[in-house]
């Protein structure tokens, strides 16, 4: 009983910005690696973001230099700082996790619903 909710989403200009939040509930004992997807209608999902459970971080060329990926483990929250955004067509943004449930069990991998994120001009 894992629950990934993102949230932070909406309708943006081009160059402005948006700060997404996935925030993690339920049975967490603790969460591993964590990381963004984004997947437009139509299109496969692609993997944006990854931030490691000692808060190193990993970036897909088309984000990198403009998101900022980062976590609060007290609050059991990824966030997704994204700056500069470009026009592109709209995209569910999507968090997942790897998270313990308990002591020494075993992890299993956590998808939230997404959040909208749409870029225009």
């Known amino acids: 009983q894992v629950q990934l909710v993102e ?17 993690a509930s339920g049975s967490i004992f603790s969460i591993n690696t964590m990381a963004w997807y984004r997947q ?3 299109k496969q999902r692609e993997w944006v973001a990854t931030i490691t459970s000692d808060t190193g971080t990993i970036y897909s060329d088309s984000v990198r230099g403009r998101f ?8 059991n929250t990824m966030y997704l700082q994204m700056n500069n955004l470009k026009t592109e067509n709209p995209a569910a943004y999507v968090c997942n996790a790897a998270v313990r449930t308990k002591p020494r069990s075993a992890v299993k991998f956590y998808w939230g619903d997404g959040t ?3 870029v225009y001009s």
Do not use: M
């Open 7 to 23: 949230s932070g989403g909406g309708l943006v200009q081009p160059g402005g910005s948006l700060r997404l939040s996935c925030a």
């Open 40 to 42: 437009a209608p139509g």
């Open 68 to 75: 900022t990926i980062s976590r609060d483990n007290a609050k």
């Open 116 to 118: 909208l994120v749409t």
